[in-house]
C-alpha cells in the first residue's frame, strides 16, 4: 500500500471545509481542466459530486485492496479537521475510489480525496475544499477553480481489436456455453475490450458530458482515469440504509418504441434472463445477509430502459447492522464480484473467465465510486466504461452473463450495444 501526501505519517493535519453554495448549475460544467488522473465524478440526474485536484491518495494491491483502502480511509479522515456547514452526506471530506476487478490485477486500487468537491443534493448545493489546516478565507467556488481551460474534442477516433477480435471472443463463448453444458460452471460473465484511438487528446470533460447527457439515468463516473456511466449500483449506504440495484438479463433496443415495448415484454418473461438474473439476485442477497438487520429482495425484476439496452432489474434494500456497521466500501468488498460480473458459483466462473477472455480487467467491472468521512457512500460496478490508457488511447470494455441457453453470436451483438455509451462518448 502506498500513500501521499497526507498518509499516516503526515504532519500537518488537513483541513476540510464545506460551505453552502448558491446552485453553481451543471455540475460537470465546473470541472476546470481536462486531467483524467486529477478529475473525480459521480453524477446522476445532476445530482452528485465532482472533484479535482489531490489532497490525498493511496494505492493499493491484492486480496485486501478494498479493505485496505477502507482501514486508511477510516484513519486518514479521522486525523482531518473537519469544518462541515452543511452536514449530508457527501460533505465534509469525501474519497473517490475505483478497484481492479481480480485480486491478482496490476491495477489493484485508489482512493483519491480531491483538493475541491461540489455537490448536489435534492436542491442543496455545496464546497467542500481540503487543504493543509490554518487559516484561510472561505472557499469560494471561482477561487477554487483557478484558470478554466476549454473542453476540447478527441478528433478522429478509431477502434481497433483488444485481446480478442470479435471472431475470437465468439469462439471463447462458446467454448464457454460447452463447459456449462456440461456442467463445471452454471454461469460466467465473459467480457472483451477494445482499443479507441484519437487523433488530439483525451478531454476527460467531453465524454463525461456525452455519457451524462446521453445516459442520465446512469452514474455518470471518473476516477483514477476510470471513465463510465453505468446503470448498475454495487451498494449505496445512506444513513442506516443499504440499497443495490441488481441487473442481468439484456435485450437490446432497436430505436421503434412499439417494437422495444413487445421487446421489453419478451425479456420479462425470458426464462433464460430470468435465471440469469435470479443467480446475480441470489448472490447479492448471500453477501448482504450477515451485514443487515433486516432487508427486502423483491419477488421479481422490472425492465430498465436505457438508450442502448434493456435490462432485467431489482432494487435489493435492507437495514445496516448497527453492530458490525460496516462502511460502505466494506460493504462493497463483501458483495465484490456479485453474479452479474464474475458469474456462479464465483470462485470457478472467475477462474474460467480468467482463462478464457485472455486479458486483465483492470477495473472494469470493479467497484467504483465515493465515501464520506462516516462510511455512507455509493458504489457502483464500473460498466459501460473505459480506462484512458495515454493521452490518446482509451480501452473499452464490455461483458455478458453466459449460461447453458446462450447463443455466443448473439452475446457479440450484445456485447457491442453495451459498448455503445463509451464509444458514441468518444465519437460525438
Ligand atoms: C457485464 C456487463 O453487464 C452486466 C450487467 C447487466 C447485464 C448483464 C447481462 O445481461 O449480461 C451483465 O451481467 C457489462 O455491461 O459489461
Redesign the pocket.
Known sequence: MSSAPAGDAASVPLLARTVPIADPGDLLDLLPRPDVATTASWVRRGDGLVGWGVAARVETSGATRMIDADAWWRRTAAAMVVRDAVGVPGTGPVAFGSFAFSRRSQAGGTLVVPRVVVGRREGRSWLTVVGPAGLGPTPSLAHSRGDVVPVTAPGEVTFADGALTSAQWEEAVAEVVAAIRAGTVEKV?M?RDVVARTSADVDVRHLLRNLADQYPTCWTFAVDALVGAT??LLVRRDQGLVACRV????IQRTGDDAADLRHAAELARSSK?LA?HEL?VQSVAEALGPYCSSFNVPDSPFVLHLPNVM?LASDVTGVVDRQTSPSSLALAAALHPTA??GGTPTPRAVEVLAESERMDRGR??GPVGWMGADGDGEWG?A??SGEVTGPRSVRL?????IVAASDPAAEVR?SEA?LTPMRSALTT
Open positions: 460473465v467480457a446503470p448498475e441487473l442481468a438479463g439484456t434472463d440469469e446475480a435490462h452479474a460480473v472494469y467491472a460496478i460498466l459501460r470494455f464490455a461483458g455478458c452473463g450484445e453495451k
